[in-house]
């Protein structure tokens, strides 16, 4: 994408995240399902999850994380114009998560929706929030990712239990110096693999009732191989294409921010664009796959680590169930606020 000259750039200005407390390893899913801690590690890189409490939603995580990514922005609560939050686990149909977000953080001024992209949500998210600020329709937006899937998750399925947890991730989007920010993007959807990774009752075809409840549709179902080889090819092919479509190099790459789904599925695409291990955010064994909240809590974690510094330039990919994919290129500004 091409900036009108004398624009400022458009970026991220302040980032947050939020993890439950609760824990739960691979030696506690042993007890639960025909498992093992090496079997999950090895196929996967997880060695434990984070579960939300019973008692609370989506929006919980979302305005932890959003309270956070607020303080790095050093923005106040009613300068924020725009709230968009990425989830496949609101806390109901309506009203928004978003427009809960915007009431308990006193975002008076700000317009509220939810989006919904599965995994690839958050890059979604920052796709247009990149769109309404750089049109300067509005001035600062807060996008949030965040998502609950151990509401979701049947816990006898030792194919899916294995590999989710909860979480949220936030960031600030605003104007900043030129040269900085986002440079380019690239986002894809293949309807046509709507049924590898889904979750079929509770929506208006099949609403919920004591059938689909016998069955487990309101779990997700997912097929596991066929993501997998999708997810590979997939991470590959949309980092070298935006890098190419930006007219940069491997070399020009500082650091990658992957979704975090499978360690193995993460090292493919390291190897591909040929960055030593140092340059990969990986927190996967911690926290497994988080959905939307994925991408936003590795950034903000790699951020306040220092691992990502003032002028990098810094790849995000992830992919989804619709399928969906995104890839985003962003040179950091961190204005010294970690």
Not at 3 to 9: A, C, T, V, Y
Not at 19 to 47: A, H, Q
Not at 206 to 230: C, D, Q, R, S, W
Not at 264 to 285: D, G
């Amino acid at each position: 994408m091409t900036q009108r000259k004398g624009f400022n750039g458009v970026g991220i200005i302040g980032t947050g995240s939020y993890v439950p407390e609760k824990v739960i390893t691979n030696f506690d899913l042993e007890k639960i399902v025909d498992t093992s801690d090496e079997w999950i590690r090895t196929r996967t890189g997880i060695k434990e999850r984070r579960i939300l409490d019973k008692e609370k939603g989506s929006s919980y995580m979302a305005i932890e994380a959003a309270k956070k990514a607020l303080e790095a922005s050093e923005l106040q609560p009613e300068a924020i114009d725009l709230i968009i939050v990425s989830t496949v686990t609101p806390d109901m149909m309506f009203p928004s998560t978003a427009c809960l977000v915007q009431e308990s953080l006193k975002c008076k001024n700000a317009a509220a929706f939810d989006l919904e992209a599965a995994c690839s949500g958050f890059l979604y998210g920052l796709s247009v929030a990149y769109s309404f600020v750089s049109a300067r329709i509005y001035k600062n937006v807060l996008l949030i990712g965040t998502d609950a899937l151990s509401r979701i998750t049947d816990w006898t399925d030792r194919n899916t239990c294995v590999l989710f947890g909860d979480g949220a991730g936030a960031a600030v989007i605003s104007e900043v110096p030129e040269g900085k920010g986002i440079l380019g993007l690239d986002l894809g959807a293949d309807g046509e693999g709507k049924n590898l990774l889904k979750l079929v009752a509770g929506g208006s075809l099949m609403p919920a009732t004591e059938e689909t409840i016998k069955n487990k549709l309101h779990y997700i179902y997912m097929e596991g191989n066929e993501v997998f080889k999708f997810a590979v090819r997939k991470m590959e092919e949309i980092s070298l294409k935006i890098i190419e479509k930006n007219k940069l190099n491997l070399g020009d790459i500082d650091y990658l921010v992957p979704h975090q789904a499978n360690m193995r599925i993460i090292e493919s695409a390291r190897k591909k664009l040929k960055l030593a291990e140092n340059k990969v955010y990986v927190n996967l064994e911690n926290y497994g796959n988080m959905s939307s909240a994925s991408i936003p809590v590795a950034l903000d974690e790699a951020v306040r680590k220092n691992k990502i510094k003032d002028n990098d330039v810094v790849l995000l990919i992830g992919f989804g169930g619709g399928l969906t994919w995104g890839a985003m290129l962003i040179r950091w500004y961190s204005k010294g606020r970690y």
